[in-house]
C-alpha cells in the first residue's frame, strides 16, 4: 500500500510540486540559484549581477527544502563549493563578490566594509545552513529514500 496520498490515488503532481515548479522556474538562472527579486523586478544573486553573484543562502535552502530540482541542488551545493568555501581559512563566505557598488542598494549589508560580516565574509547562520546541505546532499547520494517516508510526512506536504 502507498502511503503517499498525491501518489495513492494515481496524481503525479501534488499541489506542493505544483508550488515547487514555480519556484524553481522563478529561482533557478542556468548555474545559480537566485537569492530575490527587488520590488521594481531586478535581480539578486543572479549571474547578470557583478556583486552578490554567488550566495550560500538560496543555494543551500535548494537542498534542505527538498523542493529544489535534485540536479540544480547539486549544482548549487557544488557552486558554493567552487566559489565560496574557504579552506585554507576554513570559512564560507556567505556571498562573492562583495558589495561595493551595487544598484538598487541592497540595503543594511552593503553598509558593512566589504569582507565584513555579511557583506562576504562568513555569517554564522548561513555557514550552518550550507554545512546541513552539504551533509543532506552526502546522505541523499548514500540513500535510496521512498516518495515519502512516513504517512505523517506525506500529510505535511
Not at 24 to 29: C, F, K, R, V
Not at 42 to 63: G, H, M, T
Not at 128 to 144: D, E, N, P, Q, Y
Request: aromatic content about 8%; some cysteine; overall charge positive.
Amino acid at each position: 500500500m502507498n502511503s503517499c496520498p498525491c501518489c495513492a490515488n494515481g496524481s503525479s503532481r501534488s499541489p506542493s510540486d505544483k508550488q515547487n515548479d514555480a519556484i524553481e522556474q522563478s529561482s533557478w538562472d542556468g548555474d545559480w540559484c537566485r537569492r530575490a527579486r527587488f520590488d521594481h523586478g531586478s535581480l539578486l544573486s543572479s549571474a547578470k549581477n557583478s556583486e552578490c553573484r554567488f550566495d550560500s543562502i538560496p543555494r543551500s535552502w535548494s537542498v534542505l527544502s527538498g523542493a529544489g530540482n535534485a540536479q540544480h541542488a547539486r549544482q548549487a551545493m557544488d557552486a558554493v563549493d567552487r566559489q565560496l568555501v574557504r579552506r585554507k581559512g576554513a570559512l564560507i563566505q556567505l556571498l562573492d563578490p562583495r558589495f561595493d557598488q551595487f544598484e538598487p542598494n541592497p540595503g543594511y549589508i552593503k553598509g558593512h566594509l566589504r569582507g565584513v560580516r555579511e557583506n562576504g565574509d562568513q555569517y554564522t547562520h548561513a555557514a550552518v545552513w550550507a554545512a546541513m546541505a552539504f551533509a543532506s546532499a552526502i546522505g541523499r547520494r548514500l540513500t535510496t529514500l521512498p516518495c515519502c517516508r512516513t504517512p505523517r510526512m506525506a500529510a505535511r506536504d
